[in-house]
């Protein structure tokens, strides 16, 4: 492999596992049931973390084996590989799995809530793919679009978590119903799951698009640096051309 990953990447798909194991196996799994801020930490550890920690893993020499068939899919699925449609995965899975009864229905049923897991892994994947994937694909959004690719997404998904935090009562009557730790209330285990939501959605945006600003800048630097080593070799190579045919005559 011309360009091996390096121990950058290794930790990266480390704590993309990382937040995997925390979100379904520790006890945050456990305390879900209970706790609405607790369950929403699922969300987001699935939802964002895990899908950016995953994919800012991958490098071109990872996804070479793959890369054409990638980019086969992405041109045979038409609007399902479009930003658009990974906007819209995104916020209705926020916005289907945070009505009362499907979230009701989630921590009710163990099958249904591997179920809303898994819907969030996938919307978050796609969504984040088509901003940090290291395949050039005919998708991938850089400069403005991206940042309004982001912008509409988590202002929508900000709106959700603004209305979790001022909504007059819990809206969940499973929370209502279940015990209560360190003197939270199911009122204010809600608040705090909204704040949870809008807090995370800003934070992760802001530094993604720091990420990306980075990104361009350094990108347009080595295609700068690339631009001038090949036009050193030419004019080497047009020097050499040029003593050979004078050596000649």
């Known amino acids: 492999m011309p360009h091996p ?9 480390a704590l993309s596992m990382a937040c995997v194991l925390i979100a379904l196996v520790s006890p945050v799994d456990a305390l879900a049931t209970d706790l609405l801020f607790i369950h929403m930490v699922q969300h987001v550890l699935l939802l964002d973390f895990m899908p950016v920690f995953l994919i800012l893993s991958l490098t071109k020499g990872l996804m070479r ?3 054409r068939r990638i980019i086969v899919i992405e041109q045979r699925a038409s609007i399902f590989a479009h930003p658009a449609f990974a906007v819209l995965m995104y916020v209705g899975m926020m916005g289907l799995w945070h009505i009362p009864k499907m979230y009701d229905l989630a921590v009710a ?28 694909g005919r998708q991938r959004l850089t400069g403005m679009q991206a940042t309004i690719y982001m912008a509409v997404t988590k202002f929508f998904v900000g709106v959700l978590g603004i209305f979790l935090i001022f909504a007059p009562h819990c809206i969940y009557p499973w929370y209502q119903d279940h015990p209560q ?12 799951a909204g704040v949870i939501m809008a807090l995370e959605q800003s934070m992760i945006m802001g530094i993604a698009l720091t990420y990306l600003v980075f990104k361009a800048l ?17 004019r080497t190579a047009l020097a050499a051309a040029r003593e050979r045919e004078q050596q000649h005559h």
């Not at 819907?119 to 793919?129: I, K, M, P, Q, R």
């Not at 350094?218 to 030419?234: C, F, I, L, P, W």
Request: glycine share 8%; net charge negative; charged share 15%.
């Open 65 to 67: 084996p793959v890369t």
């Open 218 to 234: 350094t990108d347009r630097e080595q295609r700068g640096e690339s631009y001038d080593v090949a036009m050193a070799n030419y």
């Open 109 to 136: 049923h163990p099958p249904v809530h591997v179920l809303e897991h898994l819907c969030f892994s996938v919307a978050g994947t796609l969504y984040w793919w088509h901003l940090l994937s290291p395949i050039q």
């Open 181 to 192: 730790y360190w003197g939270l209330t199911a009122r204010s285990d809600q608040s705090l």
């Open 5 to 13: 990953p390096g121990f950058g990447r290794l930790s990266l798909f």
